[in-house]
């Protein structure tokens, strides 16, 4: 079998309705198998006016708003509908790509079969109860995802930092790497603006500390925000420019006074604005991989980010940015202002990111993905075959 005999069914609980790191890794992975020949059919809920036209064609599941995040799908399973739809479409193997009601429902449909299941890991979940409250949950959730993965013939993770966590966690053997590309013909130093930085309020000798992504909790934006006051009482003067938009915005806003809010940015423009700072500021531990910190680096800026996974697999401390233990706003503080201090270690660590950031090319990373479906479905042939 060759990637062009492939047919893939992928499920997501988010393919393109809202826009995040998970669902464009899942449509630039579509995109790449679509061009190598293969056949794939996605699973997700949808929505009137999604964020962005899908990659392959898209099939809805059933599923609600979610209480307090409205702009977020709760897949719900199988409908009959869907289940004639991938009965008639004959997959080979089954992508998983959420733990959700519905990616429950694929695994058990793929098991009944006789089907291989890739399990492919996004964000950890079972970090999201410390967020809202409810800390408690946490070894709940790391069961539940136990169960879901364990079902899986293997999974994939986009970093080997990810992946440690997961075998920690008894998640599963068969674990290889995904990882996530950068568009080299998107991000690139040279599209710092300065112009556009006066328009938002920054002057030219004015560091700009950046945050890049939704504007939630489990973004680490409380950290942030901390991180900000401590500047702020130890007299250093900073600015803070904050790409994306979200349900905390008012969060942020209220406590980074000297913030500049630019909202979403996309394609060129939100190149524009990554470059357009001095250094990014990530002190998120809910990453698998951290396409923001990647993103970044390809612009040519140091970051600072919490000592977790993803992260650690990107950001090399001392060289390209530093690591911090994750929730010290003090030490966050003293790495941010070592960088607002120094530009020579701004362009060194910058520069030192932004060669780094070459090895991620996009096909080659999802050519992982296709050669580990050919693997699994090779492994079941055999085994029915000596059975």
């Known amino acids: 079998m060759s990637p062009a005999d492939l047919r893939v069914a992928l499920f997501s609980g988010n393919y393109n309705y809202v826009r995040d790191g998970a669902n464009q890794a899942l449509n630039r992975l579509v995109d790449y198998l679509l061009r190598q020949g293969a056949t794939v059919r996605v699973y997700a809920p949808t929505v009137d006016k999604p964020a962005f036209e899908p990659a392959g064609e898209l099939i809805g599941v059933p599923s609600v708003a979610i209480p307090g995040r409205g702009e977020y799908r709760f897949p719900l399973g199988f409908n009959a509908a869907v289940r004639r739809d991938l009965e008639a479409f004959r997959p080979d193997i089954v992508h998983v790509s959420s733990p959700d009601p519905t990616g429950h429902a694929a695994v058990t449909w793929a098991r009944r079969h006789g089907l291989p299941i890739l399990g492919s890991v996004h964000t950890r979940f079972e970090t999201y109860p410390r967020y809202y409250g409810c800390a408690f ?12 993965y364990r079902r899986t013939d293997a999974l994939v993770a986009p970093s080997e930092s990810m992946a440690d966590v997961l075998r920690e966690q008894g998640m599963h053997e068969d674990i290889g790497i995904w990882a996530r590309g950068v568009d080299r013909a998107i991000f690139d130093p040279a599209r710092r603006d300065m112009a556009w930085r006066r328009e938002h309020g920054i002057a030219d000798d004015e560091v700009a500390v950046g945050f890049l992504g939704r504007l939630v909790l489990e973004k680490g934006i409380d ?3 901390e991180t900000m006051a401590e500047l702020r009482r130890r007299g250093i003067a900073h600015k803070v420019l904050v790409v994306g938009e979200g349900p905390a915005h008012g969060f942020f806003a209220e406590r980074c006074p000297e ?27 809910t990453e698998t991989f951290g396409n923001v910190t990647l993103e970044a680096m390809a612009s040519g800026l140091p970051v600072v980010a919490a000592r977790a996974t993803g992260s650690t697999s990107l950001v090399s ?12 706003a003090g030490a966050f503080a003293d790495a941010v202002a070592a960088y607002i201090r120094d530009p020579a270690l701004r362009e060194a660590h910058g520069r030192a990111g932004e060669l780094r950031s070459r090895d991620f090319a996009w096909d080659a990373i999802n050519k992982v993905v296709a050669d580990t479906y050919l693997r699994l479905i090779e492994e079941r042939g055999r085994a029915r075959r000596t059975a």
């Open 223 to 225: 950290v942030f925000t």
């Open 317 to 328: 401390d001392g060289i390209t940015g530093r690591l911090i233990a994750p929730g010290d």
């Open 259 to 285: 913030a500049a809010f630019v909202g979403f940015q996309s394609g060129a423009d939100l190149a524009r604005a990554v470059a357009s700072m001095d250094l990014l500021l990530n002190p998120s531990v």
């Open 137 to 148: 949950a946490e070894p709940w959730a790391v069961a539940i995802l136990r169960r879901f």
